[in-house]
């Protein structure tokens, strides 16, 4: 069965830098689209960026866009997220998640939501003032 661990996550302060790991087990990630996601304090789940493993394409969020980084490493079963430039407004718990190929687009996960199949537990991220 697909598993998904977060990693990386911890108290950042206002323009620093942090990189998020997620390690997937149970399948080869060289098939399989990952998307982050996250999820703050009052606020509803949103997508960040993903990659897609068949095309090579990316996408970032309006929010992340030329601070974020997500990159991957197939032999490692590892998708990284580079985050830098952070802001308080990011504080949020950070997911994976791998969309289930041919029945889900990753742009829908958060219709689905964490804590559901498919995700991973998260990392927390808060960023200070």
């Known amino acids: 069965q697909l598993q998904l661990v977060e990693s990386g996550g911890g108290l950042v302060q206002f323009g620093g830098s942090l990189r998020l790991s997620c390690v997937v087990s149970g399948a080869s990630l060289d098939y399989y689209t990952i998307g982050w996601f996250r999820q703050g304090p009052g606020k509803k789940c949103e997508g960040s960026s993903w990659?897609?493993?068949?095309?090579?394409?990316?996408y970032y969020a309006d929010s992340v866009k030329g601070r974020f980084t997500i990159s991957r490493d197939n032999a490692k079963n590892t998708v990284y997220l580079q985050m830098n430039l952070l802001h308080p407004h990011a504080t949020a718990l950070y997911y994976c998640?791998?969309?289930?190929?041919?029945?889900?687009?990753?742009?829908?996960?958060?219709?689905?939501?964490?804590?559901?199949?498919?995700w991973g537990p998260g990392t927390q991220v808060p960023v200070s003032s």
């Open positions: 998640a791998a969309p289930p190929a041919g029945l889900m687009s990753v742009r829908d996960m958060c219709v689905l939501g964490p804590g559901r199949q498919y």
């Open positions: 990659d897609s493993s068949s095309d090579g394409s990316t």
